[in-house]
């Protein structure tokens, strides 16, 4: 029955004059995603409206699920577009839309017109009533209510007339790209996915760095933050995914700091690296997973003395959220099966028993000066040697 989809975007309407570079951002993604479908669309803008026309057979349900991940998209409303033969025509196609749409006919509706086009010869009102009696006549079940319809059904007399009484709901947020980039760190675990993804939904593209530690943390752990990766980038658009071998710094710290402090050390060496990395590719921040007090690492004081290695700002969308909202999240978006997948974590080998959960910034800062002779070559080291991967 529906050949077109509707697009109905929020926040990117109301972007004055850079308005159509939000819009263009839009169509752009609309497009990468239809493109991962069976189908072929055509997508196009008209008049403050974003339609996305099938041009081949497709499949509903799976065109329907590639828009969702659409950041910017609000509402996605499958539309029955006709041309304009007159009155007659237009309820003709209305009443067939309605006895498809609806095959259970036990419930109230309201039409609800409007003409972008005035030289339409029926007002809004008009139609409204019209179109109406003809609903009633055709299926008497039906009844009307002007309040709190069930069902809202739109007739908007553009060039074409659209008829739609469905609106989908969009992930909402900001087109990807119209915000500059940023450097996620992506571990296996439950929170970066989730935040790497809340960043997107701004608008903002994302780089991603892994710290991988052979052969304490294996190929199957790589391939999981691979995974994760594909499944923010269903979102994101393609990500550049950084694996940094981080053994050797890591065994460095090991061996000359206390090991209470490992943890915060390891931390300030993981900020480093990313950005330095995110530097090289144009990235203007750095995303964590971060929330406040969830592990000894992420107390104020451990968060503290992580940021200040730091210029770049650190984004840390889940900082508030308790454990839970953030497992409900990565069910929402999909990522949550991956991420508890048991495969270990180059954080969860060198932990102490006892980790500081206070650390006190000059005594970190002192003991960082025990890596002064070799920090400098093995830093370089990780860097040179790190492996780009392109998930599309
Ligand atoms: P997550 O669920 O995201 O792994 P976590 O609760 O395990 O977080 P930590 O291990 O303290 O918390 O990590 C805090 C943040 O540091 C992570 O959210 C992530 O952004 C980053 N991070 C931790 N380990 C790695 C890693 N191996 N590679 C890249 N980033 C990491
Ligand atoms: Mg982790």
Redesign the pocket.
């Known amino acids: 029955m529906y050949k077109a989809f509707l697009i109905k975007y929020g926040e990117i309407g109301v972007k004055g004059k850079n308005r159509y570079l939000f819009e263009d951002a839009l169509v752009r993604q609309i497009r990468y995603a239809l493109k991962k479908t069976d189908g072929e669309f055509e997508v196009t803008k008209e008049n403050g409206r974003i339609y996305a026309t099938a041009v081949s057979d497709f499949d509903f349900d799976e065109a329907v699920e590639a828009l969702k991940t659409v950041f910017g998209i609000i509402g996605i409303c499958p539309v029955v577009q006709i041309e304009d033969n007159g009155f007659d025509d237009l309820a003709d196609t209305v009443i067939k839309y309605f006895d498809s749409a609806y095959p259970d006919k036990h419930f109230s509706f309201k039409v609800n017109a409007r003409r972008a086009r005035k030289n339409y010869p029926m007002d809004s009102m008009e139609i409204n009533m019209e179109m109406g009696g003809r609903l009633l006549d055709a299926f008497p079940e039906l009844s009307v209510d002007v309040h709190n319809p069930d069902v809202l059904l739109q007739i908007e007399i553009r060039n074409k007339i659209n008829i739609y009484s469905t609106e989908i709901p969009g992930p909402g947020g900001m087109p990807v790209g119209t915000a500059g980039k940023a450097m996620?760190?992506?571990?296996?675990?439950?929170?970066?996915?989730?935040?790497g993804y809340m960043v997107a939904k701004r608008g903002v593209e994302l780089e991603?760095?892994?710290?991988?530690?052979p052969p304490y943390?294996s190929e199957r752990a790589k391939q999981k933050?691979i995974d994760l990766a594909k499944l923010v980038a269903k979102y994101s658009g393609p990500i550049t995914l950084n694996v940094?071998n981080?053994t050797d710094i890591q065994l460095a710290i090991y061996e000359k700091c206390p090991h209470d402090e490992l943890?915060i050390i390891m931390?300030r060496y993981?900020m480093r690296i990313?950005e330095e990395l995110g530097k090289e590719s144009g990235c203007l921040g750095l995303?964590?997973?971060?929330?406040i007090g969830?592990?000894a690492?992420?107390t104020m004081h451990s968060l503290y003395c992580t940021n200040e290695v730091c210029t770049m700002p650190v984004f840390r969308p889940v900082i508030g959220f308790d454990k839970q909202e953030?497992i409900d999240l990565s069910e929402k978006i999909g990522t949550y099966e991956t991420?508890i997948q048991p495969f270990e974590?180059?954080?969860?080998i060198f932990v102490a028993k006892h980790p500081v959960t206070k650390p006190n910034l000059n005594i970190i800062q002192r003991d960082e000066h025990n890596l002064d002779d070799c920090i400098d070559e093995l830093f370089k080291t990780a860097i040179e040697t790190t492996e780009k991967i392109r998930i599309e």
């Open positions: 996620l760190l992506l571990s296996g675990g439950i929170d970066s996915p989730v935040a991603a760095t892994y710290f991988h530690a943390t933050v940094v981080f943890t931390r993981m990313a995303v964590t997973g971060e929330s969830q592990v690492s992420q953030i991420s974590d180059c954080c969860t």
